[in-house]
């Protein structure tokens, strides 16, 4: 892990981490809540907003 990583902190359960110390499972959805937030942001910078998300069905 970069030692940019261990300089991250997050709260978990009440606890302070740093985003090395999660599991691989969890730093997906760190990720994946963050690059939704910043598209959100990007998205209403140009006058849109996210009403909903299409979720691909398994077939």
Not at 25 to 41: A, F, I, P, Q
Request: net charge positive; with cysteine.
């Amino acid at each position: 892990m970069t030692p940019a990583a261990e300089r991250i902190f997050l709260y978990k359960n009440d606890e302070l981490v740093t985003f090395a110390s999660l599991t691989e499972e969890e730093k997906n959805e760190v990720r994946k809540e963050c690059m939704t937030r910043l598209s959100d942001r990007i998205m209403a910078s140009k006058g849109y907003k996210r009403v909903g998300e299409i979720h691909k069905k398994d077939t």
